[in-house]
């Protein structure tokens, strides 16, 4: 602050600030938001740790893409396929938009497992962290049913035949297992009511889930910090911070917020 | 905040540790339980009630292993109610006992009644309607599939139709093999078998020498015969299903024969009726002896021990 602002560069800072200002202190939004970027995380880690905001990155993609589909998409058994034909050959950057849901799709899954193996591998999903772990299985669950139903909705052989196996194999859980079938087709036997059930299940019941549990899976991680990789010295045991608690290593959010939020804690052995 | 921590010498954390389970070999047995009950799915009956059984024990005593010390703590508590409870706790209970009940457990809890009760009347009609509309109603329409002259004696065809009325053409779409077993007793006898596999539902094929297709339009919509001469069998192209020229299930992983339709000759016409599902054909044509069974899925057994695994299935037919 020794360097003197010229008065332009002091208005251009109000500009900003002023807004910025007035969100903060009637929401305290600026403040989260700098709480979880700036949060503190292993001195360790390493790229690793990424996979699971790639695992977002790539669901927001599918999102994003997914609505502007939507926009174009018929989910009726006489217009589907055309539909789909017409988004890929006659709209401008229409092939993109399909080709990165498409693809995306995949991508999605295969980060999603990387990501699972990353955590277990790091043994990340011990305590405290197992809720989250549960919460993940779910997420996981929910992104296979998302490329369940989303494969129907081109409407081709493929999709149509793929779906009749996969719908019958869930038919084939013992006891619940005919009701789900019924329930998944819509009836006894696949036909309208089958795909305009997966449209819904694709656009709205599932990807509504999976913002929420996303939600929940992120503020976990913010609240329990990173765990460092299991060859690092932090990763094992517990030392001294510097106030003379004693603290897990790899569990950086020495701070606990709200009630009994001391998790974290444990005594030497 | 930070006087709200615990110490680490508090006696608390030190109950806390002895919850770390010790070393157990439990838990391997009880795997080894669970993978004997799906080798035994596979291979023997008994072999999985012998695995369900390990299962069982192994996962009982690996419970009892882990929540050894939760179990043992409750123990001091008697200790702690005997102790004199102070007098000023006695006079701070003597005056609340008329207010065991009181006004804000009330409100709290009518609160959330009502809360529920509204949130029940908005949310079950909702998932009613999500849920019940696929298990009322279902079943084909009988299908015209046309004059009885287009189905040659001891010969299969390949009719293609439309199972539903209100249905687009590629959706409702099936297909049966049909054979016409000729006259018994002045009856009309007719092989039908749907071309679904009993699998998972893909569409199988004819083994044999297909001739030219013939469409006829009938009140069921088109309907398209292909002459198929010298059927062997039913082959299903996604995971090899095989089946005889009676349907019966000679290779691959179907779990049953080929299901059936029932079918009635209306005004000269062949239509179909309900279709079933069929555990086995003994004998041919005509003097088969079918041990039919009401419409399963595709993939589910009909007999045997496994049959109790599936239930009736919800919907009835027509």
């Given at each position: 602050m020794a360097r003197t602002r010229s008065k332009r560069q002091q208005q251009l800072q109000q500009a900003v600030m002023i807004p910025v200002d007035w969100l903060e202190e009637r929401s305290g939004l600026v403040g989260g938001i700098k709480y979880f970027l700036f949060r503190k995380v292993?001195?360790?880690?390493?790229?690793?740790?990424?996979?699971?905001?790639?695992?977002?990155?790539?669901?927001?993609?599918?999102?994003?893409?997914?609505?502007?589909?939507?926009?174009?998409?018929?989910?009726?058994?006489?217009?589907?396929?055309?539909?789909?034909?017409?988004?890929?050959?006659?709209?401008?950057?229409?092939?993109?938009?399909?080709?990165?849901?498409?693809?995306?799709?995949?991508?999605?899954?295969?980060?999603?497992?990387?990501?699972?193996?990353?955590?277990?591998?790091?043994?990340?999903?011990?305590?405290?962290?197992?809720?989250?772990?549960?919460?993940?299985?779910?997420?996981?669950?929910?992104?296979?049913?998302?490329?369940?139903?989303?494969?129907?909705?081109?409407?081709?052989?493929?999709?149509?035949?793929?779906?009749?196996?996969?719908?019958?194999?869930?038919?084939?859980?013992?006891?619940?297992?005919?009701?789900?079938?019924?329930?998944?087709?819509?009836?006894?036997?696949?036909?309208?009511?089958?795909?305009?059930?997966?449209?819904?299940?694709?656009?709205?019941?599932?990807?509504?889930?999976?913002?929420?549990?996303?939600?929940?899976?992120?503020?976990?991680?913010?609240?329990?910090?990173?765990?460092?990789?299991?060859?690092?010295?932090?990763?094992?045991?517990?030392?001294?911070?510097?106030?003379?608690?004693?603290?897990?290593?790899?569990?950086?959010?020495?701070?606990?917020?709200?009630?009994?939020?001391?998790?974290?804690?444990?005594?030497?052995? | 905040?930070?006087?709200?921590?615990?110490?680490?010498?508090?006696?608390?954390?030190?109950?806390?540790?002895?919850?770390?389970?010790?070393?157990?070999?439990?838990?391997?047995?009880?795997?080894?339980?669970?993978?004997?009950?799906?080798?035994?799915?596979?291979?023997?009956?008994?072999?999985?009630?012998?695995?369900?059984?390990?299962?069982?024990?192994?996962?009982?005593?690996?419970?009892?292993?882990?929540?050894?010390?939760?179990?043992?703590?409750?123990?001091?508590?008697?200790?702690?109610?005997?102790?004199?409870?102070?007098?000023?706790?006695?006079?701070?209970?003597?005056?609340?006992?008329?207010?065991?009940?009181?006004?804000?457990?009330?409100?709290?809890?009518?609160?959330?009644?009502?809360?529920?009760?509204?949130?029940?009347?908005?949310?079950?009609?909702?998932?009613?309607?999500?849920?019940?509309?696929?298990?009322?109603?279902?079943?084909?329409?009988?299908?015209?599939?046309?004059?009885?002259?287009?189905?040659?004696?001891?010969?299969?065809?390949?009719?293609?139709?439309?199972?539903?009325?209100?249905?687009?053409?590629?959706?409702?779409?099936?297909?049966?093999?049909?054979?016409?077993?000729?006259?018994?007793?002045?009856?009309?006898?007719?092989?039908?078998?749907?071309?679904?596999?009993?699998?998972?539902?893909?569409?199988?094929?004819?083994?044999?020498?297909?001739?030219?297709?013939?469409?006829?339009?009938?009140?069921?919509?088109?309907?398209?015969?292909?002459?198929?001469?010298?059927?062997?069998?039913?082959?299903?192209?996604?995971?090899?299903?095989?089946?005889?020229?009676?349907?019966?299930?000679?290779?691959?992983?179907?779990?049953?024969?080929?299901?059936?339709?029932?079918?009635?000759?209306?005004?000269?016409?062949?239509?179909?009726?309900?279709?079933?599902?069929?555990?086995?054909?003994?004998?041919?044509?005509?003097?088969?002896?079918?041990?039919?069974?009401?419409?399963?899925?595709?993939?589910?057994?009909?007999?045997?021990?496994?049959?109790?695994?599936?239930?009736?299935?919800?919907?009835?037919?027509?």
């Amino acid at each position: 602050m020794a360097r003197t602002r010229s008065k332009r560069q002091q208005q251009l800072q109000q500009a900003v600030m002023i807004p910025v200002d007035w969100l903060e202190e009637r929401s305290g939004l600026v403040g989260g938001i700098k709480y979880f970027l700036f949060r503190k995380v292993p001195a360790e880690t390493n790229w690793f740790h990424t996979l699971g905001s790639a695992t977002l990155t790539a669901f927001l993609v599918q999102a994003v893409t997914g609505v502007i589909l939507a926009m174009y998409y018929k989910p009726a058994p006489e217009e589907a396929y055309a539909s789909i034909q017409h988004i890929t050959n006659d709209l401008t950057l229409g092939w993109l938009v399909r080709g990165m849901h498409r693809w995306g799709a995949s991508v999605f899954i295969i980060l999603l497992f990387l990501h699972m193996g990353r955590v277990f591998l790091f043994g990340a999903y011990k305590y405290p962290r197992e809720l989250n772990w549960l919460v993940g299985v779910i997420l996981l669950t929910m992104a296979l049913g998302e490329g369940l139903t989303g494969y129907l909705l081109p409407w081709d052989q493929t999709a149509y035949w793929a779906t009749v196996v996969a719908i019958n194999i869930n038919a084939n859980a013992p006891i619940v297992g005919p009701y789900l079938g019924e329930f998944l087709r819509g009836g006894a036997e696949i036909g309208n009511d089958t795909l305009a059930r997966f449209y819904s299940l694709h656009m709205l019941v599932i990807p509504g889930g999976l913002f929420a549990l996303i939600g929940l899976h992120l503020y976990l991680v913010v609240r329990l910090g990173i765990t460092a990789p299991p060859w690092t010295k932090a990763a094992g045991g517990y030392e001294e911070v510097a106030d003379g608690r004693p603290l897990r290593k790899g569990l950086v959010d020495p701070k606990p917020r709200g009630n009994g939020a001391i998790a974290p804690r444990r005594p030497e052995a | 905040m930070a006087d709200d921590l615990e110490r680490p010498d508090e006696p608390a954390h030190e109950e806390s540790e002895q919850h770390l389970p010790t070393p157990t070999i439990l838990p391997f047995a009880f795997a080894g339980g669970v993978a004997l009950i799906l080798i035994g799915l596979i291979i023997n009956w008994w072999l999985a009630v012998a695995g369900g059984v390990l299962a069982l024990l192994f996962g009982f005593a690996w419970i009892r292993e882990v929540t050894r010390d939760v179990r043992a703590a409750p123990e001091p508590e008697p200790v702690v109610a005997e102790e004199p409870v102070s007098e000023l706790a006695v006079e701070e209970e003597g005056p609340e006992e008329p207010e065991r009940y009181p006004r804000s457990v009330f409100l709290e809890l009518s609160t959330l009644g009502i809360g529920a009760a509204i949130g029940a009347l908005v949310t079950v009609p909702a998932l009613g309607f999500m849920i019940a509309p696929a298990f009322v109603g279902q079943g084909d329409d009988d299908v015209d599939l046309g004059p009885l002259d287009n189905f040659p004696e001891q010969q299969y065809v390949i009719a293609q139709f439309n199972s539903k009325k209100d249905e687009p053409q590629d959706v409702g779409r099936r297909a049966a093999f049909i054979r016409n077993n000729g006259q018994v007793d002045d009856v009309p006898s007719f092989t039908i078998i749907s071309n679904r596999c009993a699998h998972v539902g893909c569409p199988t094929q004819p083994q044999g020498l297909p001739g030219n297709a013939k469409d006829v339009n009938t009140d069921a919509g088109p309907v398209t015969i292909t002459p198929v001469a010298s059927v062997s069998g039913f082959q299903c192209p996604c995971h090899g299903g095989a089946y005889d020229a009676e349907g019966n299930r000679i290779a691959g992983p179907p779990v049953r024969a080929l299901d059936r339709y029932q079918f009635m000759i209306r005004n000269g016409n062949l239509v179909l009726g309900k279709r079933f599902s069929v555990g086995k054909v003994e004998g041919t044509g005509a003097d088969a002896k079918i041990y039919a069974y009401k419409r399963y899925d595709p993939g589910q057994h009909v007999d045997g021990l496994e049959q109790y695994l599936w239930p009736l299935p919800p919907y009835e037919g027509n």
